[in-house]
Structure formats: C-alpha cells, structure tokens
C-alpha cells in the first residue's frame, strides 16, 4: 500500500475511533455497567440451571444460556463479538446441540452477505466515496437552491446507499455530510425559525431515507436476509435477488415520496436559500479532486 493511502486510511479509522466520547460520569456509569455484567451474568446461568423450570432438559440449559447472554448484551460487559460466539459454545459444552448444529449458521450463506456488506460500507467510509456521491448529486444544476429538491436529493442518496449497506451504517456515513451541508447553506441564518426547520428536516431525511432504503434489496438491512431464509427452511419459499426488489423498490419509491411530501409541508414552505450558499456545496465536490483509484474500484 502506497503511504499517502495508509495515511489517509489511518486518518479516516481515527476519526470513527473518536466519534464515541463520554464524559466521567458517563464512563464511570459504564464500567459499573460492565462490572455488574461480569458477575451477574454467570450468577443468573447457574440460578436458571439450578431452578426447577418445567422445560425439558435441553430447553431448560437453553433458557439459562440465552439469560446470560441477554445480561452481556445488555452490560457490554464483553465485546458483542465475544458474546455471540459464547453462546453456541455453551450450547455445546451444556449439550443442548451438537457442535456442527451449533457451528452450522455460521457458514450460512447469509452470513458472507452481511460480511460483504460490512466491507463495502467500510470500503465507501475509507475512501470517501460517501462523500462524493453526496456531494456530487446535490451540485447538479437540477438541484439548485431549492431547499425541497436540496432534501430530497440528500435523502434519496442516504435510501439509495442504503440499499446496498446497511441502515446504521448509511446514516453514521451521511449524518457527518449532512451537517456539513446544513452548516454551509444556513450560515449566518443560525437562528431563523426556517433554517432551523431546514436543518431538522435534513437530519431527519438522512435517518429515514436510510431505514426506507433498506427495504430496497435483500441485502439493505439484515432483518431482510434472515426473512428470506427463514422463508426458505421453514417453507421452501425461494426468493431471488431481483424478485424481492421487484416488490421492494416500488415500496421505497412510495415511501420516500410520501417522506419528502410531508418535510415540504411541515418544514420548508416559504423557505429560500441563496446562490452563494448552493455554490459552496460545488466548491466542497471540487476539493475532493478527481475520482481516485479506490473509489473507483469501490463503485464497480
């Protein structure tokens, strides 16, 4: 890897690292929290195993382990990594199943396409290409200095990436770009009642347009992918790729247009920006510079 790219990927992974401070009593309320977890957590397995419940033996080792890992879960008290691997390994060892039943949803097909998800919405985060998607779409002549058109081309962005990531990572990728939007056209407008509204509409539609593009493809969000195979064992119900979509994305169209319909009702009637400040929006595409070699690669 080429030292200015290391560079920037590090520069990038510092600021994700960042992003989530506390303060000291936030942090001393979370090693309490994780304290408890440590302790309460095996406590609560034993109490269960121990507890004369009318279950089955199997199902009575299940319910105790699921309790546990309810406990981690809610505690953090280990990482959540950590924590879903606990659970088919007591499983094994309480003898509830099987190791290659318990190992078996691991190899799951849909596993590899969270994965591949996962790596595609770090791949857009490292290089910028959220960026210059979002950017990129709200310069067009098109958009303008219309605030509606402005919301719904930023929120449209947010639904269409989010049809191939997931939600809470579009929305933790645009959020960041939306208040930097918002920061340039209402600049020195801070306190008027419809740069407000402007503002809130535009935070909102980046978290909305996220959950309503997730519906768009099996791979949007992961409740799609465990439907589709729950469907299929449970069933034998084979639902493709672009049959889901052939129900999803009319959906999302529908959604999304109900979702810019009511903002332009209720936040941005009578609002008017300036040219100057659309132009600055240009200006943040124009530093970006030419597409690179890894948003390319990342695009295709």
């Known amino acids: 890897m080429r030292p200015d790219i290391d560079r920037e990927m590090r520069k990038f992974h510092e600021a994700a690292v960042s992003v989530e401070t506390y303060s000291p009593a936030e942090e001393l309320f979370n090693r309490r929290r994780r304290t408890v977890g440590l302790f309460l957590a095996p406590a609560l397995l034993l109490a269960l195993l121990i507890a004369p419940l009318p279950l089955d033996p199997p199902a009575h080792r299940l319910a105790a382990i699921l309790a546990m890992m309810v406990v981690l879960w809610v505690t953090e ?39 591949g998800s996962f790596m595609l919405a770090e791949a857009m985060f490292v290089h910028g290409l959220d960026r210059r998607i979002a950017f990129g779409a709200l310069s067009s002549k098109l958009v303008g200095t219309s605030p509606v058109r402005i919301l719904a081309v930023f929120g449209g962005v947010s639904a269409l990436i989010s049809m191939w990531i997931s939600n809470t990572a579009t929305t933790a990728m645009m959020f960041p770009i939306g208040l930097s939007i918002v920061a340039h056209l209402t600049q020195g407008r801070e306190g008027e009642k419809g740069s407000r509204e402007f503002a809130t509409a535009m935070m909102l539609i980046c978290a909305f347009g996220a959950s309503i593009g997730g519906i768009g493809t099996p791979i949007g969000t992961p ?78």
């Open 77 to 115: 008290a280990l990482p959540l990594a950590v924590t879903a691997l606990i659970g088919p390994v007591l499983a094994i060892v309480f003898r509830v199943v099987p190791a290659r039943t318990a190992f078996a949803p691991f190899a799951d097909p849909i596993i590899f396409l969270f994965i």
């Open 223 to 300: 409740p799609n992918l465990i439907g589709i195979g729950m469907l299929n064992r449970i069933v034998g119900a084979d639902i493709t790729f672009f049959r889901w979509m052939l129900l999803g994305v009319p959906v999302v169209a529908a959604l999304f247009g109900f979702l810019v319909v009511y903002f332009h009702f209720r936040s941005l009637r009578g609002l008017t920006l300036e040219t100057s400040r659309a132009d600055q929006i240009a200006e943040e595409l124009r530093r970006l510079g030419p597409l690179s070699t890894g948003q390319r690669n990342t695009l295709i």
